[in-house]
């Protein structure tokens, strides 16, 4: 399990030091207390992160939604470094815990944070969010937009549920959440 973990870490966050990104040793080491449901964890979310039809950006779009929504700062902060290396700048960042409405978003940005307020909030996107991405996005992508939500909504839920500190170098990301409540354990 540590040698699946360790190739896990690898392929998914590279050499966190050189990199100046977080390891997400804390997050893992929990996981790694059930070994066979890691190992299949970690195998789908790999194409969650590297399988996705998505761009990263969407994807990234999609993740800080989710932790906004549920209030996880671990999860927040960790993405909000793979967002801002996808391209997010500050406005869209803060833009993502305004929501939907706020301006900086295109019809599509747009349409992709309505989908995780209508999946969070009622289990299926509605019918406005999925027309504009049904226009822009082939049936695999919607699939994606659906699973990433889905897998990230079960981290936000073990992150919380289990208690996982955050790296000391995650804190000053988590005080970005702005308007989002801080509900870590």
Known sequence: MTDFIGGFRKSALGDKAAEGRQSGA??????????????????????????????????????????????CGYEWAQHVILGREAGLGDAEVAGVIDGPDAPVWSPVDRA?????????????????????????????????V???????????FALRSF????????????????KAEPADR
């Open 146 to 156: 659906i699973f990433t939500v889905g897998t990230y909504e079960t981290v936000a």
């Open 112 to 144: 992709l944070l309505r989908a995780v307020d209508d999946l969070l909030a009622g289990g299926k996107v509605g019918d406005d969010a999925w027309d504009v991405l049904a226009k822009e996005f082939d049936e695999q992508q919607l699939m994606d």
């Open 26 to 71: 804390n997050l893992l080491g929990t996981l790694a207390r059930h070994p066979a449901l890691t190992k299949s964890f970690l195998a789908f979310n790999g194409h969650i992160l590297y399988g996705t039809s998505l761009s990263v950006r969407q994807r990234e779009i999609l993740v800080l939604r989710v932790a906004v929504l549920r209030h």
């Open 163 to 178: 208690g996982v500190e955050p790296e000391a170098d995650l804190a000053p990301h988590i005080q970005d959440r702005g």
